[in-house]
């Protein structure tokens, strides 16, 4: 404790306070590099990247705002919204060096949250903590440098939660309830999961009702009555686009538009999440996901646990709160047997805020610096070995190399990333030691995503992005040609270095095939198809068909249009008929 002042004399200023005044600008400043190191150095990466990048490219290029569209087809896996994120800073700058923008924006919009709530819930000098404890956590990093919907989910749900707590924990706020309720109808119609804050409504009744055991009276706070105003806000949230998607169905009825509606707003929400069709994984999958990508937060749950419950015992609110609902959105998400590793992130800021009151006392346990100057320097040796196997040339790194379609000249570039960083982390590791555990986990990850930006996705990206298979079909057609896609990926379309004719996404095969026949056919000598190796016709002359290469574990063919034979075609169409 600290020692009190003598009478008639103020208490001095701690020796530390020029650091601890300049201790959240360097941290945001820190992040800032982090986060944004390697904008504009790469292109847009499978599987979800290009999607995203091509919908909202189609966005500016038609003034069709109000459905995304895959090419030809209308997109009905996700909502507008996050596409129109990507339009709007594709209008300010070319889509190349801005699709990351949003990611980037919303995740510092997700740090600023959490350090505005931890100064409001507890104090000043806890709001580094929580902001280092998001920032610090392997899945907000990687999610950060990923033009993903998922990051600006996080962004939604913390907005909300920032509302809600303001709200319930500290006093009456109509305002900061009002926008709670917009934030989560906003996520909602950008994620079908952002309604997920107002689950918080519950944890708060609980809290109340054991308040009022142990205490004998009425817990502080606002009138339950107050959080009615919470529907008209959500349903407020949710009109950006469900109003203007209802009014194009109720003013034209268009069948295409009514089956895009339907795919949207039941298949790929209620009926994704009790009767999933893929990512299936059994009920403890998050537990492996939790201490893998929660690294290194997730090992220090052994010190945070009793603590939690001791403060939850004392009738607590803000962590009632924050625990409570991370442990409704585990359930709710585990329910679901479709999983996948994202679903959890927007648990992570609620987390890192319930730890970060606690993170000052941990910091100065002789255990917890141990273990996260073991976790650092752990990471640096793992970063070293790989970066030598790469290096080197060993048969594992070459097979992965390979595995993935990628040349093994780029093994001495990522090798020379990787050593690079392994050797800067133990460095640092050897000058702050175990007593400043807490900055080198920091600094540890800084150099982690400035690496992962700068040095291994550009070296990467020609290959998964699939923009070196396009140069490479451009180049062996010729720029006078034509370009037709067959059972492409989005990747494909938007790095042609042409105007292509596509046949539609989703169709069967054997569809596009009779509308790219005829395409072919129209001029056979200035034509050409890209397509998936696996889909080609029996009906194409496989003498003519030239192999382009592998892409994205996809192998690619070009068949030029005097390789179709319309009368091959043509009878199968018939004996097909004759069978129906």
């Known amino acids: 404790m600290d020692s009190p002042a003598l009478p008639g004399c103020a208490p001095l200023s701690p020796p530390s306070f020029p650091r601890a005044r300049w201790r959240l600008p360097l941290l945001w400043l820190l992040v800032v590099i982090a986060l944004a190191a390697g904008i504009g150095m790469r292109l847009p990466q499978p599987p979800d990247e290009p999607r995203f990048v091509l919908a909202a490219r189609a966005m500016l290029d038609s003034g069709q705002w109000l459905v995304p569209h895959r090419g030809s087809e209308f997109y009905a896996e996700k909502p507008p919204v996050y596409m129109w994120m990507q339009a709007a ?38 709001a580094p903590h929580a902001m280092a404890a998001l920032f610090c956590s392997l899945q907000f990093g990687l999610m950060a440098k990923r033009a993903q919907i998922d990051m600006v989910l996080v962004a939604m749900t913390t907005l909300s939660l920032w509302g809600l707590l303001r709200h319930l924990c500290e006093r009456r706020n109509l305002p900061a309830l009002w926008l709670a309720g917009i934030a989560a109808g906003v996520g909602t119609v950008t994620k079908g999961v952002g309604f997920l804050p107002l689950l918080v409504v519950l944890p708060w ?17 606002p009138a339950p009555s107050t959080l009615a105003w919470l529907l008209p806000s ?46 299936l994984q059994p009920a403890w999958y998050y537990l492996q996901v939790m201490l893998t990508l929660w690294l290194p937060g997730s090992l220090l749950l052994p010190w945070l646990l009793r603590p939690w419950w001791r403060r939850m015992r004392r009738t607590d609110a803000r962590l009632w709160l924050l625990l409570g609902w991370a442990a409704m959105v585990l359930l709710f998400f585990t329910i679901s047997p479709g999983k996948r590793e994202v679903y959890l992130l927007p648990m992570l800021p609620a987390l890192a805020l319930a730890s970060a009151p606690l993170l000052p006392g941990l910091l100065r346990r002789t255990g917890v610096r141990r273990y996260l100057l073991g976790y650092s320097i752990a990471l640096g040796l793992l970063a070293i070995t790989v970066g030598a196997l790469l290096v080197y040339a060993a048969p594992w790194a070459v097979a992965q190399l390979e595995r993935r379609a990628m040349p093994t000249s780029l093994l001495p570039v990522l090798g020379a990333g990787l050593l690079v960083l392994g050797g800067a982390v133990l460095g ?42 396009m140069q490479r079909a451009g180049a062996r057609i010729g720029p006078q040609a034509e370009l037709g896609l067959l059972a ?85 169409r018939g004996a097909s008929d004759a069978e129906d």
């Open 488 to 572: 492409w990926r989005e990747q494909n379309l938007l790095q042609a270095d042409r105007p292509v004719r596509e046949f539609g996404f989703k169709r069967p095969w054997d569809l596009q095939w009779q509308d790219a026949g005829q395409w072919l056919a129209a001029a056979p000598q200035t034509r050409w198809l890209l397509v998936l190796d696996a889909a080609i016709s029996p009906c194409v002359d496989t003498a003519q068909i030239i192999d382009i290469g592998m892409s994205n574990g996809n192998r690619w063919q070009l068949v030029p249009g005097t390789a179709w034979s319309r009368t091959c075609h043509a009878a199968a």
């Open 89 to 126: 800073t594709q209008g300010v700058l070319d889509w190349k060096g801005s699709f990351l923008l949003p990611s980037l924006l919303a995740a510092l919009l997700s740090l600023w949250l959490v350090a505005d709530l931890a100064r409001r819930l507890w104090s000043p000098r806890v």
């Open 428 to 469: 640092i590791s050897a000058w702050l030691r175990q007593r400043h555990a807490g900055a080198l986990v920091l600094v540890t990850h800084a150099l982690l995503w400035c690496v992962y930006g700068v040095v291994l996705l550009p070296a990467m990206d020609p290959y998964a992005s699939a923009s070196a298979l």
């Open 234 to 279: 959500f349903l407020l949230g949710t009109a950006v686009w469900l109003a203007p998607l209802g009014w194009a169905l109720l003013r034209q009825p268009d069948p295409a538009l009514q089956a895009y509606a339907h795919e949207l707003l039941f298949k790929q929400t209620a009926t994704r999440y009790a009767h999933a069709w893929h990512h």
């Open 205 to 221: 009744l609980a809290w109340r009702c054991g308040y009022r055991r142990l205490r004998g009276h009425v817990a502080p706070g």
